[in-house]
């Protein structure tokens, strides 16, 4: 193993060590996390799930723990008008949330449920396992239509970099229905490397849309599991703007006949800034469906990855399964890689995936430009257009008029966004 | 209004255009009329400025100016408008946004006011209720599951907005039914104006019913083999391309 990689585990393994008495829960499972952690370290570019993401620049930073007291109220931005749910630094903050009625809401530090989330070969779920402090758990009873909730995640600037591991639970018991907005903000450096773990019972739906718009200076990890029963839907959105590394990982298992899922997101990078995302869907059941479109625009030096693999079990016939990445490089200097994998022991599937990397229609613009609209002005609306049919299966209104918002002040951030695209393998 | 001097055109080194001479003075509507692959459409690229197709030699001159040393943006807020055959689709760009886009953009390079929304809406709402548009095509994205018709009258609104000085359309009629033929004839005869010219590139003379053209040139292997007036139009439909084309040979 890469020694910067080596030393940045040990920093986290010797604060657990000062920590661990402190720390909410079950202490074998933390310890064995920690041991989990130990054997492998940081991930590094040799996994082969790490391969196109590195966190060599992570690893060279000393973390510490955020402040457990919030002295002054932080800048929460709007979001959309919903009740609101908010974290500052990876903690519970109940004096500046809202929880509607039909949703019983309990926290990591009160109440540490660790879940079935594996910790061996996973080494950021190991840690998170290993650190974390607080979460948010989310119940919506049998039946109940809880409406929209938003999650704010705030990473306050401690003038030094700090690490949060928030571990969260969403559970939706049969028939329940929940919309998530999560938006995550910052300022500064710090790592926020959450778990999540999602249960969608039976006919229930969860829709659950993220917006990542955290300090350009900052970590983001995030990995999510959910288990969706038969006839549940988990319909997921994420779009990365924000951060210097993102990776968004999702495990989706469709545990029972006529469940979907719908892994959807987009990439919006610019400068130096690395967007990983990275999907497994597990069909375990016959008759259900997953779809995934991600979308990149990749100015600058920045990078995009999106892995995808989806597994189809011997019994999961009839099975449904799309994915499409498509990727617009708007500078000779920007990368994307892209691992789409179907693993498939059912003989009766329609599985789909596909990916595209190129630069802007050249017909299309012409066609533009033919109608007076001077060049760089046509190259920026076809980007635009490219996100915004990313966004366009958004089913919440609101959510997707506030991603769309977020991402013409990305936009307004830049100049001219899109100069020289050129075509890439 | 238009000028065309021994205009030479390639696709991929394959030569196209083979010397093509035409003048267009304003106020007229000219034909140009041919078998498939005689160039008619390369012609109307070439004017509108695409740069997959290279001009190998000649002059064009519209209102005075060199039209080939123009961008394709500067020759649409010089007021040339190219209806294309077959319109592009714009996933993801609202309707009415890439229109009023446009004309703010032409209305610049011409040194007008930009239209703000309110006033833009009444404009288009009102030529689109003119070329009897469903209400909420401005509302939809550009020619996105519009049918084959749609897109031409999505042409023809554009060009009713834009307000241009020449004309191009190419085969602005092909896939119409006869009441959409009158829609977009009736369109391009609402612009008629002494400055305002058309070039009509087509293949039937049906169009040319509805919008009786002052000339027509029968185009052959890149060359204009034949000119006349609108009876020669009639001359072509009866007796079809082939002796006209073998008759200039």
């Known amino acids: 193993m890469n020694s910067e990689v080596r030393g940045g585990a040990d920093a986290f393994l010797a604060r657990f060590e000062g920590l661990r008495d402190r720390l909410p829960g079950d202490a074998a499972v933390r310890a064995a996390a920690a041991a989990a952690f130990k054997q492998t370290g940081l991930p590094t ?84 396992t290993m650190m974390a402090d607080d979460g948010i758990r989310l119940r919506v009873a049998e039946g109940v239509d809880a409406g929209t909730v938003v999650m704010l995640s705030i990473g306050l600037d401690n003038h030094r970099p700090v690490a949060f591991h928030p571990r969260h639970r969403v559970e939706l018991e049969p028939g ?63 779009l990365t703007l924000g951060s210097k590394l993102a990776r968004t990982e999702i495990h989706a298992r469709l545990t029972g006949p006529n469940a979907a899922v719908h892994l959807n997101g987009a990439q919006l990078l610019g400068g130096d800034q690395h967007g990983d995302i990275t999907t497994v869907v597990a069909h375990d059941a016959p008759n259900c469906a997953s779809r995934q479109t991600i979308k990149n625009v990749l100015s600058d030096r920045s990078r995009g990855v999106f892995q995808g693999r989806i597994e189809v079990a011997r019994v ?56 007076g609209i001077p060049e760089e002005q046509a190259r920026s609306i076809l980007v635009r257009a490219f996100l915004a049919e990313a966004l366009d299966p958004i089913a919440h209104e609101g959510a997707r008029e506030m991603l769309e918002r977020a991402v013409e002040a990305w936009w307004a951030k830049r100049d001219t966004p899109t100069s020289s695209p050129r075509k890439e393998s | 209004m238009l000028r065309i001097h021994a205009l030479c055109a390639s696709v991929e080194e394959k030569p196209i255009l083979r010397g093509i001479d035409l003048e267009l003075p304003a106020g007229q509507v000219h034909a140009i009329m041919g078998p498939n692959g005689s160039g008619k459409s390369t012609l109307g690229y070439v004017l509108a400025g695409n740069d997959g197709y290279a001009v190998t030699g000649g002059e064009v001159t519209f209102d005075g100016q060199n039209l080939l040393e ?65 209400d909420d095509m401005l509302k939809r994205n550009v020619n996105v599951g519009f049918s084959g018709g749609e897109k031409k009258r999505n042409e023809v609104l554009q060009m009713a907005i834009l307000r241009p000085k020449l004309a191009v359309l190419d085969e602005t009629d092909s896939g119409l039914d006869i009441d959409a033929l009158r829609v977009v004839a009736d369109g391009v005869n609402a612009l008629r104006r002494p400055e305002f010219s058309a070039l009509v590139i087509t293949h039937h003379q049906r169009l040319l019913d509805h919008l009786v053209p002052d000339r027509v040139h029968v185009l052959s292997k890149g060359r204009i083999v034949r000119s006349g007036g609108p009876e020669l139009a009639r001359e072509l439909e009866a007796n079809g391309y082939s002796q006209v084309v073998a008759d200039a040979a």
């Open chain 2, 70 to 134: 123009m961008e394709p943006e500067e020759r649409a807020a010089a007021g040339l408008f190219l209806a294309f055959q077959a319109p592009l689709e714009l996933p993801g760009v609202n309707n009415a946004n890439f229109l009023r886009t446009a004309l703010n953009a032409v209305r610049r390079a011409r040194g007008e006011d930009e239209l703000d929304a309110p006033s833009f809406l009444r404009l288009a709402r009102s030529e689109s209720k003119r070329l009897q548009f469903p």
């Open chain 1, 45 to 128: 570019v040799r996994d082969e799930a790490w391969r196109y993401t590195s966190l060599r620049g992570l690893a060279a930073i000393s973390f510490e723990e955020p402040l457990t007291a919030v002295d002054s109220a932080p800048n929460l931005a709007p979001t959309l008008d919903a009740p609101r749910i908010v974290m500052v630094d990876g903690r519970y903050q109940p004096a500046l949330s809202t929880v509607p009625e039909a949703i019983t809401l309990s926290t990591f530090a009160d109440e540490p449920v660790f879940g079935r989330a594996p910790d061996s070969k996973m080494p950021m779920v190991a840690l998170n």
């Open chain 1, 316 to 371: 999961a016939q009839k099975t449904d399964g799309y994915q499409m990445n498509q990727a617009l490089l708007l500078s000779p200097h920007a990368e994307i890689d892209c691992k789409p994998q179907l693993e498939i022991y059912a003989d009766d599937v329609k599985c789909s995936h596909g990916a595209t990397v190129g630069e802007l229609n050249a017909d299309q613009l012409f066609y533009l430009r033919a109608r």
């Open chain 1, 176 to 238: 329940a229905r929940l919309t998530i907005v999560e938006v995550a903000r910052g300022e500064g450096t710090y790592l926020h490397n959450a778990v999540q773990e999602i249960v969608v019972g039976r006919g229930a739906t969860l829709a659950h849309v993220r917006l990542q718009e955290e300090s350009i200076d900052a970590f983001h990890m995030q990995t999510g599991f959910a288990e969706v029963a038969e006839s549940g839907t988990y319909d997921a959105f994420v």
